[in-house]
C-alpha cells in the first residue's frame, strides 16, 4: 500500500518536472471507511467506501498554485498536469512560493507513534452490529426515549508524499468510534438531547460500548428541563469538552498568515505574558496515539515539541516556510498536531467547589469570535453553579468578552483531560465573565 | 488528514447543524481553484467513460439484486477552481476534480451506501455489491433502459467555466484590490478571493429516470484590514451565483468592495450592545439566517419522521401570526442554492413551510416523503458522490409582509437591527438556535443610535416564530455564498427576509451589571 502510494506521488512529480515544473510536491491518499447507523432497534445506514486522491504543488518561474483530483487515470492525469503547469505560469510571480528547504526534512522522528491497529480491517459486520445494538440497548430502555442513533465508524487512512528536492514520507493510521445521540421527551414540544462519542486508533484501548451510551444517556438528561439562565456578570467553569473548542478558536489566529495579514490579536505577543500565568499550550506530534500525532507536517517540517505559551508567555505561533518567508518569521509547522494544555490539580469536583456560584458550560452553540481583535460572543447550555454544586440546567445564553482578556482571566485549571480530542485539555475556570439571558 | 477527522466531526453533530461563510474568513486558507483547456465534455460519463445506458443498467441491477424499494446511481465531475491575491499579487491558484459514483440502495427506512471513483465496470460492480448488503431478499427487476428527463433551465449558461481563462479572471482580482484600496487611506491589506466550478451530474433512477443536470457556481470575495490610531479591524463581503463570468460588472463589483470597506470602518466606532433580552430587528437580505435555523432545520423531514424536532407534531398549528410565510424554493434562477433537479433525480421547487401563520409542510426527501406518505418535494440533496442525500434547504425566504421598515425601528423603544452575518447553527431537538451578528446598529426611542459588533443572538425557534410582530415589504434575497452543513455534508443555499421585528431574544453583549 505504502509503495504504491509512494510511487504514485513520485510518478507526479516526475510528470510535473516533465510538463516544465521546476519544483513539485506530490500527495497520494487511500483510505477505507466504514459506518454503520442504528436506528430505534435497528440498523439504518450502512456505507462502506474506498476513496483515493493526489494532490499536487507546483512551482515555475517564482509561481505557485495546487491541484487535487479523484481521476487517476494516467493518460488523464497528465494532461492535468500539464494544466496545472500552465496554469501556474499564468500567475503573478511572488519570491517567497518555495517549495520547503530540504533542510528541514533533517531530525526526522523514529518514534513508533502506535497509530496503526491491524485489527481495524478485520472488524466484521456482526462486530459492527453487535456494538450498535449494545448502544441502543442503554438508551432505548429509557421511558423518556423519543429516539437514539447508534453509530459505529471505522477505517483506515494511507498517504504518501514526494518531492522534487528528495522528500519521501509516509503516514498511516486506523481509526474506530462509536457512540450514540439521544433525544427524549420534554416538556411541551421541547426534546432534550445529548450524545456521547469515544474513539482512537486501537479496538481495544475502546471502553465498553454500554458505558460509552451511558454517557450519552446522561448528557441527555441532563438537559430536561432546561431553561433560559439569567444575565449576570460572574465566573464560567468551562468543561473539559467544551474547552478543547475554546482553545481552538484562542488558537485560530495563532499563525504567521494571521499575523502577516494584519488578521490577528497574537501580533507581537512573542515573549510577552500575554495571559494568566495558569496557562500552558504546548503542541507536541510525538505523543503515542495522539489523534494529531506524526513524523512531520503537511510540508515535509519534521516534528518537534513546540511550546506555543508557556506559564502565560507567548513562545512561538504556527509559522509555515511561505508565511514565514513574508513575515520574517523562522518557520516552526504551519499547522496544528496535539495542542496539550498544561494540567492543574483540582478535579472537577474541587473546582466546582472553588467556583462556589457561576456558570457551568458543557457545550458550546455558534457564535464566532473576530480573528483580529479577539472580540467574541459565543452561545452555549450548562448548568447552574450553585454552593459548589451542579445545580438546574440553562440553555439559551450567550457568553461575550474578548479572547485575550478571558485567557488572562483564567484562574483554576483541572486535571480532567477529555481524550477523544486532538486538543487535550482539562476543564479550565474564568473569573467575571458576561452572561446575557433572561 | 485534517479533511477526515473534520467529516467525522460532523457525523458526531448529529441533531446540530451549522451554517457558515466561507471558511478561510475564520482563518483556515482557502481551498480550492483555475481554468484552462481540457474543456470538460457536456456529458464526460459518456464520452470518458463510456458509461452508456446498458453498463448503468448492469450496474442497477446489481445494486438491486439483493431487493430495494429504490436505488439510483449518481454519477459527478465536478472541476473547481480557485485564486488568491495577497499583499497585491495574484500568486496562488488552485484546482481540483471531484468524479465518482455514488450507489444507493434504500429498503424502508434503510439505506446501504457505497462509492468509487473508478468508473470501470469491475469497480462499479463491486461498489453495488457493497452497496447491496443492506438487504436480504430477492431481486428486483432494474431497468433495462432509462428514460432521459428534459434539461432544466434555471443556471443556463453560454460559456462554461472550463472556457474561461485566467487571463479573464486575473483583472478581476486586481481591479478589487485597487478600488478597495482607494476608498479610504486607513486600508492596510486587501484580499481577494475567487473561485468557480463546473459541476455536472448523472442521476439514473431504479424506476428508470436519467437525469442531467450542469451547475455552474462562482464566488468572489474581497477581505479588508485597516489600521487607525494603531487601531486594526477587519471586515469583507462577498457574492455568489450559479452564474458565468459576464455577471461580475463593474456596478455589482463595487457593491460589494463598497460593502466590505464600510462594514470594515464602521467598527471603528462600534460598541457591544448592552446583554440581555430586547427587541431585535432584522435587516432586509442576509438576516433571513434566522429562517434557516429557527425553522428550516426543524422542517428538514429526516428529523421528524425520527421525532427528534421540536416541529414533530406541529404541521397544521398555528406557529406565527398571520402576516409570516415561509419558503423553500429551489427554482430561483441563478440564486446559489437553485437547483433544477434534486440529488435524487426529483424536480426541485418550491415548498410553502408556513402559509399565513400555519405550519403546511416538511422538507422531504423519498424516505420520508414514503413514509407520510407524501410525494417528494425534491429536497433531497447531497454534497457529492460520497455521500447518500438527505432533506435539506436550498433558497429559504419570508414573504412581505403589511409593515414598513421605518415603521418597525420607530416602533422599538430600546433594542438593535441585525445586518450582517458570519454563522448560525440550531439544536433540532430543543429548538434553541443563534447567529452571529458582525454589524449592526442600537436602536434608541425609535431611532438608530450607534453602530454595534460581535454579538451571539440566541433564541428558541418556535418562541421566536410566535415573536415576529411585525414583517415589512422589502424582502430580498441576500448576494452572499452561504454553505449549510448537516451531518457532515455542505450544501450551497442562499436566504433571504423582509425587514421584521421580533418582539424578545437575548443579545450577547458587555457591561453587565
Known sequence: ?438 | MAIKRREFLGHMALGSAVLTMPAFLQGCGVQNATAVSQATPENPFMTWFGVDQATAARVMSELTARGADASDLYFQHSRSNSLRLEDGIVSSASSGIQQGVGLRVVIGEQTGYAFTEDLTMPSMLAAARTASAIASGSAVAAPQAFNPQGTGDLYTTTVPWSDVGIDQKLPVLKFVEEKAKAMDPAIDKVAVYWSDADERVMIATLDGKLVTDHRPMTRLTVVVTAKRDGEVQTGYSNIAAREEFDWYSEERILTMVKEAVDRTMIQFEAIRPPAGEMPVILASGASGILLHEAIGHGMEADFNRKGTSIYSDMIGKKVAEPFVTVVDQASIPRERGALNYDDEGNKAGRTVMVENGILKSYLHDQISAKQYGLGPTGSGRRQSYKYSPMPRMSCTFMEDGPHTKEEIIAAVDHGIICETYTNGQVQIGAGDYTFYVKNGWLVEKGKITAPIKDVNIIGNGPESLKRITMVANDARLDTGGWTCGKNGQSVPVSQGIPTVLVSNMTVGGENVS
Not at chain 1, 507513534?113 to 453487535?130: P, T
Not at chain 1, 498568515?257 to 503542541?283: N, P, Y
Request: aromatic share 8%.
Open chain 1, 1 to 438: 500500500m505504502s509503495a504504491d502510494l509512494q510511487n504514485r506521488a513520485a510518478q507526479a512529480v516526475e510528470m510535473a518536472k516533465a510538463a516544465g515544473a521546476d519544483d513539485a510536491w506530490a500527495t497520494a491518499s487511500q483510505g477505507r471507511d466504514v459506518e454503520f447507523e442504528f436506528r430505534d432497534g435497528s440498523l439504518e445506514k450502512v456505507k462502506d467506501t474506498t476513496s483515493r486522491s493526489l494532490d499536487i504543488q507546483i512551482y515555475a518561474d517564482d509561481r505557485y498554485s495546487n491541484h487535487q483530483t479523484t481521476d487517476l487515470s494516467p493518460d488523464r492525469l497528465e494532461g492535468f498536469i500539464a494544466e496545472a503547469v500552465a496554469i501556474t505560469r499564468a500567475l503573478e510571480p511572488d519570491e517567497h512560493r518555495q517549495l520547503t528547504p530540504a533542510e528541514l526534512f533533517s531530525g526526522r522522528p523514529t518514534d513508533d507513534l502506535d497509530l496503526v491497529d491491524s485489527a481495524v480491517a478485520d472488524i466484521s459486520r456482526d462486530q459492527r452490529l453487535a456494538w450498535c445494538e449494545s448502544l441502543d440497548r442503554v438508551a432505548t430502555d429509557h421511558e423518556r426515549v423519543i429516539s437514539a442513533t447508534a453509530g459505529v465508524y471505522d477505517g483506515t487512512l494511507n498517504s504518501a508524499s514526494a518531492s522534487s528536492n528528495g522528500f519521501v514520507g509516509s503516514h498511516a493510521q486506523t481509526y474506530c468510534w462509536y457512540g450514540s445521540n439521544i433525544t427524549l421527551r420534554d416538556e411541551g414540544e421541547k426534546r432534550a438531547s445529548g450524545g456521547w462519542y469515544a474513539g482512537g486508533q486501537h479496538v481495544d484501548a475502546l471502553p465498553a460500548p454500554s458505558d460509552v451510551a451511558r454517557i450519552g444517556l446522561d448528557r441527555a438528561l441532563a438537559r430536561l428541563g432546561s431553561e433560559k439562565g439569567p444575565t449576570v456578570k460572574t465566573a464560567m467553569l468551562v468543561d473539559a469538552q467544551a474547552a478543547g473548542s475554546l482553545i481552538g478558536r484562542l488558537l485560530r489566529p495563532a499563525t504567521a498568515r494571521s499575523v502577516q495579514q494584519g488578521q490577528s490579536f497574537w501580533t507581537d505577543l512573542v515573549g510577552t505574558r500575554a495571559f494568566s500565568e495558569k496557562l500552558t499550550i504546548v503542541d507536541d506530534p510525538l505523543i503515542p496515539r495522539g489523534f494529531g500525532s506524526r513524523h512531520f507536517d503537511s510540508e515535509g517540517i519534521s516534528a518537534r515539541y513546540l511550546p506555543i505559551v508557556e506559564n502565560g508567555v507567548v513562545r512561538n505561533l504556527y509559522v509555515d516556510t511561505y508565511y514565514g518567508r513574508k513575515a520574517g518569521m523562522k518557520p516552526t509547522t504551519g499547522s496544528a498536531s496535539n495542542r496539550v494544555i498544561g494540567l492543574g490539580d483540582h478535579t472537577l469536583a474541587a473546582l466546582l467547589k472553588e467556583v462556589g456560584n457561576g456558570v457551568y458550560v458543557t457545550s458550546w452553540l455558534g457564535g464566532n469570535a473576530d480573528s483580529t481583535t479577539g472580540d467574541f460572543s459565543l452561545g452555549l447550555r450548562g448548568h447552574m453553579i450553585e454552593n459548589g454544586k451542579i445545580g438546574r440546567p440553562v440553555g439559551e445564553m450567550n457568553v461575550t468578552g474578548n479572547l485575550k482578556d478571558l485567557f488572562s482571566q483564567l484562574e483554576l485549571v483541572g486535571n480532567d483531560v477529555h481524550p477523544y480530542s486532538q486538543t487535550l485539555s482539562p476543564s479550565l475556570v474564568f473569573g467575571g465573565v458576561d452572561f446575557s439571558g433572561a
